[in-house]
């Protein structure tokens, strides 16, 4: 009964130290026939959320546990599922991994076009096409005059934070000196004259 025991902690011991080994799985994702890498593969881990992409060339490296089942996933690929094998040396293994491409199969559709032009043009002047977001938006605006609008909205957050700002910068812009007066800038009253003139010759 003692050696029974014993035996029996020891593979009890072994099973465990098997299950929290930690393992560096790294290799390439290729075809089934290897002519190409397949990159952007999902490799994750059966049962969790924890998993890598395999890069453009199709290298990839994960880390798990030696009991753990890993699970390769790709658009147009088969599901592979690999399991590691036992007593890892090193805690490390390198392997090549061969996806099978997965064909779809979709039913034929059949484009046949319209006898004449004729019944073509009765069927298009019939057609009911609804109305797009924006045919609706006018419509819903054209209801409401746009005066109304103007005067019922107020200035935003963005607007007053910005108005405020721009108030803040024209006081540090004459921060220590006086501020000048435009009516006697004469480069103001040269373009004001100037624009008369423009407008007269018009």
């Known amino acids: 009964m003692f050696c029974f025991a014993c035996n029996y902690y020891a593979v009890q011991c072994q099973t465990k130290t098997e299950e929290n080994q930690l393992v560096q799985l790294s290799g390439f994702i290729v075809s089934f026939d290897s002519t190409q890498v397949l990159p952007y593969v999902t490799v994750r881990i059966e049962g969790t959320n924890r998993g890598v992409y395999s890069d453009m060339s199709g290298f990839f490296s994960l880390v798990c546990k030696q009991t753990d089942k890993i699970v390769f996933t790709a658009l147009g690929q088969k599901k592979l599922y690999y399991s590691l094998p036992k007593n890892v040396e090193d ?76 108030a803040q910068a024209e006081k540090l812009y004459y921060n220590g000196q006086p501020q000048p007066i435009p009516i006697a800038d004469v480069g103001t009253w040269y373009r004001f004259l100037n624009s008369l003139g423009n407008k007269k010759k018009k």
């Open 91 to 166: 805690n490390k293994l390198t392997t090549i991994i061969r996806m099978e491409e997965d064909t779809f199969f979709l039913r034929d559709v059949v484009v046949r076009p319209y006898s004449t032009p004729q019944e073509l043009d009765y069927y298009f002047a019939r057609i009911k096409i609804p109305n797009s977001n924006l045919s609706l938006a006018y419509e819903n605006l054209n209801r409401v005059p746009y005066s109304s609008l103007q005067k019922g909205i107020l200035a935003d957050g963005a607007e007053n934070n910005r108005w405020y700002q721009q």
